[in-house]
């Protein structure tokens, strides 16, 4: 059997690459809306309407507070932050862990 160096078939670069990640990334965030539309018009012919806004007005805090938490745990505040290079620029001295 003969084998091919690199699988060129599959492998696409430049604008073709965008607009397939691009393509797959609408598609899957398109499913999801219609996939929770769905769920939600099931659910509000079944359930009151106070339950419901209660129970996304919490979802909601929840979401951030969980994404808080994980930016302030990780290494992406200090990857987002002004002096996340020195004027070297080679990335700082880590300070792990976090006071």
Known sequence: MACRPADQSSVLDGSKAWLA???????????AGVETATMLASLASSAELGYMVWGGVIGLALAIAIAGAWVRMSSLSRRWSPASTTPDGTPPRKSWPRA
């Open 21 to 31: 990640v691009f393509s797959f990334t609408l598609f899957m965030v398109g499913r």
